[in-house]
């Protein structure tokens, strides 16, 4: 699910700072170091099962999230997790048999709340009830799999350290892992157009929507690989957010590739995080959330790479 305004917000705070700090001579900022590892890793996860993005006329939830699991299975990447919200999953349908089509490929579902609220706008009390109302769907969908992963919506995780803290304290107590991320590049932000395009059978439009999602996922992989230098001293395994919408199904073979072309290698969510930068939480109250190495940066108030946007305001004009 989108928040386009927040992630402009946060991405355009993190470019300020970058220029605050790199111009004050008072504040002595570590060297952001540019030699990426060779070979590093990432585990794929998928936010917003089964409903992620608009459908356009004919499409169904079941073929997209089918074909997205039938691609990440013949890539050998079973057991990739998506974090599913069930609140319409009841009453649809096409959403259960998505779900199901999902399972059978051999992929796991996660929690990511019930509704997708934004933290930042509940009180904790409320947060942590719309996180229980989920499980009864993960427990019944995913049978005896380990569904006790979750996905903060907009990876918000508290303005507030109380929220911050009550929230955490009540994953730990209900056997939760926080799935959380590395590298991220809003993707989601590409299927409106994608959808609008389709309508119009604009196939100039839908080329360049294809050659700027690469572009932009090469960008934003990159930033975040140097932002885990700042933050950590060292690149560690990954996490990459995406959405399972009709767009990321589409272009996923070609992800996959540009993935395999800049050295990953592919690992399991569990198995990334036991990376023990993990187990560091920035404690940190952040309304605009963000990456794990988001989180850093911002809490520490250390630098950001810099990086080009994407290109927003294309993206919301064309085919319109």
């Known amino acids: 699910m989108r928040r386009t305004d927040f992630w402009l917000r946060a991405y355009a705070c993190a470019a300020l700072l970058a220029v605050s700090l790199t111009a004050s001579s008072a504040i002595a900022a570590p060297a952001i170091k540019t030699r990426l590892a060779r070979h590093p890793v990432v585990a794929l996860t998928f936010d917003d099962l089964p409903a992620g993005g608009a459908l356009s006329p004919g499409d169904t939830r079941t073929r997209i999230a089918a074909e997205l699991a039938a691609e990440l299975k013949a890539n050998h990447l079973k057991g990739t997790y998506g974090f599913v919200n069930a609140v319409d999953l009841g009453d649809d349908p096409d959403e259960q048999q998505a779900i199901r089509a999902w399972l059978r490929a051999g992929m796991n579902i996660g929690s990511h709340t019930w509704s997708h609220p934004s933290l930042s706008d509940v009180t904790a009390a409320a947060y942590e009830h719309n996180i229980a109302l989920d499980e009864p769907a993960l427990a019944a969908y995913a049978g005896g799999r380990d569904w006790h992963w979750f996905r903060y919506p907009y990876l918000e995780e508290g303005d507030t350290l109380a929220k ?32 609008r395009c389709v309508a119009r059978r604009d ?21 975040g690989r140097e932002e885990e230098q700042t933050a950590f001293g060292n690149e560690i395994p990954n996490v990459l957010l995406l959405h399972e919408t009709a767009f990321t199904t589409l272009m996923l073979p070609r992800l996959l590739d540009l993935l395999r072309t800049e050295g990953f290698r592919f690992k399991p969510l569990a198995r990334v995080e036991r990376n023990p930068a993990y187990a560091r939480d920035p404690d940190a109250a952040l309304k605009d959330g963000g990456t794990l190495p988001d989180e850093y940066l911002n809490s520490r108030h250390l630098p950001y790479p810099p990086f080009t946007p994407e290109p927003s305001d294309r993206l919301n004009g064309l085919c319109n």
């Open 164 to 195: 911050r803290r009550a929230v955490r304290g009540w994953l730990r107590e209900h056997g939760y892992r926080i799935a959380q991320v590395t590298l991220t590049f809003n993707d989601d932000d590409w299927d409106d157009a994608y959808g």
């Open 203 to 223: 196939d100039a439009g839908i080329a360049w929507l294809k050659q700027s999602y690469l572009q932009n996922a090469e960008e934003f992989i990159r930033l």
